[in-house]
């Protein structure tokens, strides 16, 4: 025994010395770095002080923050680094995301104290989104009614300025709500905020949900903002627009352009409009549109072309009722008009000029026309005709125009 620890010795003592790892140090810092970019490379030498020559075989990253750390380069993989030779390994901070990011790069190889460790420390900076509330509830408010007003506040609490982009809302029920503001600048530094005011109005009974998306340079590129009211309707199962249609003034034995009623389902549920009844006055009538046997979904709607054509110089009054197979009551339109008709009259119906000399040209006489009717008279030509009616001419004319 003494004499195999005698033989080991001496080999020991005349064999080359195992490879062995010296780093110019033991840790690389790095400065702080936005998130989602990409530090300048930290480099750190390997010396090889043994006396055998140094094979790197792996390099590689532990610790939490592992995976925001990558190699500049190969980093001595596959070198034969020679006694007193080096070799260099570089590093680049590339976070993807926040915070202090501590991790470990281990270099293993055939050197006597591998695994040999160099330490990595890096922190992460970007904007950051704050929100405030996190979430707007509207509460319930009624179809139709009063506009329901809350206000967001954004601000940036991260560490560098956010830069605001596009700002939208989505989702299923987004034009019941609205943003009536933007923030005054679209940059917000650390610490700064902005507010603005964001509006409900239901279109339908029950819940209605969206979403509020305001898109920006933080690392998550977006935040979302839910948007919850409840809309209530107490009415008919129909809404309607507009209550009345006034045609005004209609020629009699004309027929006025068509005037549009919009009928809306403002219910939680689907309904189906199957009853579409005028009553008063022959003079109105509907000429078209998309309501009659029509399901309507929540929200969906359909209209209704409504005319008016007099037949006699007197104001007309009907009623255009409309019902939906789930209600007994009648949503109901007043109509109203009034007939017109304009009439000619002339304040003498002969002109008398006396003798007058040939060749000569008369004094002049005036023509007054009055409308004596009830709805406006527009006079489009002014002509003299008869047996010598090239003897007689109109010098002003102040009625065709």
Known sequence: MLLLLAIAALLWWLLPA??????????????????????????AVLTNIGERALEVKELRFLGEGGEHYQLDGSGCVGSRVAAGETCSVGVTFRPLSRGHLPATLEVVANAR?????????????????????????????????????????????????????????????????????RCPSTVLAPGDA????????????????????????????????????????????????????????????????????????PTPGPITVHDVVLKGDSAFSVDGGTCLDTRLDPGEGCRLEVVFAPVEEKRRRGELQVRARESEEAVQVSLRGLGVQPRLAVESESLSFGSTRTGLESATRAAVFLNSGTGTLRLRDVEVSGTRSESFRVRKDECSK
């Open 194 to 265: 902005c507010s603005f005011p964001l509006t409900f109005a239901p279109a339908v009974a029950g819940e209605r949900t969206a979403e509020l998306v305001v898109q920006n340079d933080s690392p998550e590129g977006e935040a979302r903002i839910p948007l919850l009211g409840v809309g209530l309707w107490e009415g008919p199962v129909l809404a309607v627009d507009p209550e009345g249609v006034d045609f005004g003034e209609q020629r009699v034995g004309s027929r006025s352009p068509a005037q549009v009623v919009r009928f809306r389902n």
């Open 113 to 181: 104290n591998s695994p040999f460790s160099l330490a990595l420390d890096g922190t992460a900076v970007a904007p950051r989104v704050g929100l405030a509330p996190e979430r707007l509830d509207f509460g319930t408010t009624a179809v139709d009614g009063e506009v329901v007003t809350q206000t967001l506040t954004i601000s940036n609490v991260g560490e560098l300025p956010l830069e605001l982009g596009r700002v939208k809302i989505e989702g299923p029920n987004a034009r019941e709500f609205e943003r009536k503001s």
């Open 18 to 43: 195992p490879a062995r790892i010296e780093a110019s140090s033991t840790s690389l810092e790095f400065d702080l770095t936005r998130v989602n970019s990409a530090s300048e490379p930290r480099q």
